[in-house]
């Protein structure tokens, strides 16, 4: 709530004319008092006044925050960031948005109140974009940030070929929303912004996912020099398939070749993806050692979150980005720390369970691979026990492990299948 200036002021003129009050009934005296009377019927008036802007003021947050609870409790996947400031008798609402359903709410619950506003809120995606809203990631792995400076914290990851949502322009940074609606920022070296006729186009096109873990594309067939590097899941446009090669096209247009065997078509890549729990297990395991990276997503680096996300999307699902979104997502199981009913494939969620003055606050994820163990990134992606006495028994995480959700099989439960839904192909 914002306390006008004024009101601040009236308390100094409150006690000094309580103070006149006082004195005329101990004092008795009048002639004193009815000099003073209008005095202090004018403070009374103020006071009355400034409690009723107070009050009015107070409406208008309230209802601001609750349509930011309702639309944008989390404000990496929502932007709604608005406040109020009154001008006479009218609010002038100031901020941006990229949820138009959320503005037109809080409109409408102003009206209902009687109250009245000048709506400056800048929608988003920003008019100074002209239209170029949307583009695809052009190099292997773009590295998105909290804000617009590569000093600032590495927020996550987008590969290669990922279609984004660009919002707004800052200098040479572009502010972007991913398909699983993270929202960062990233360099103009990791993105090419495309006109809706070029972006049919990459989307209409055939396309190729590189399947190794790491590796490179070449300026010719016989390799030669290299045109960039590639890790699993990077998406690129087929030019034409050799029984060798591809030759493929990036997002600018840059061509380069391929080997056939580090790479599929993504449409028969995708129609052969029939996740099982030793398929998720065997795909997690081809990532051993690779090191912890905070904000990373890709086979370069990950974090806890970033690993299990990997390791989904390489199977054909694409789950929320942070532990603590993942943990929403997928069907409740154990969480007494029994593991009995696991099976291979389920998230294990860690960090501080809820008391009487704190919410649970989840810090760490992991995939159960059976046997009573798991596999994670700490440090480095590694294998760890549930069991005292095994040699990597994580006694730590065991006793901050807070439950498992199942992902594999649950339709409907807070993922993107890529069989039903499309991110990269029209």
Known sequence: MKIQNGCLILITHILRFAFIFFKFIFSFEFSIMFHKLP?????LILVISCSTEEK???TVDKIISDIQYQYAPDKRVAWF???AEKKGE???LKG???LPEAVDALHNNLSAKGISIL???TPLPHESLNGLTQGVINVSVANLRSNPKHSAELATQATLGTMVNILKKEGEWYWIQTPDGYLAWVDYGGIIPLPKKDLDLWKNAEKLIYTKTYGHSYQNKNNGDIVSDLVAGDILKIIEEHPDYFYVEYPDRRTAYIKKGEADRYLLWLESLHPTENQLVATAETLMGVPYLWGGTSTKGVDCSGFTKTVYFLNGMVIPRDASQQVNAGIPLDSAGSFENLKKGDLLFFGKK???STKEKVVHVGMWIGNNKFIHSAGRVKISSTEPGSDNYDEYNVNRYLRTKRYL????TGFINLKKQTIFKD
């Open 39 to 43: 005095q202090l019927l004018l403070v």
């Open 56 to 58: 009015s003021m107070v």
């Open 81 to 83: 960031q608005v406040e």
């Open 90 to 92: 009218t609010y002038i």
């Open 96 to 98: 941006e948005s990229n």
């Open 119 to 121: 709506d400056s809120i």
């Open 354 to 356: 809820a008391t009487d």
């Open 409 to 412: 099989d649950q339709p409907n």
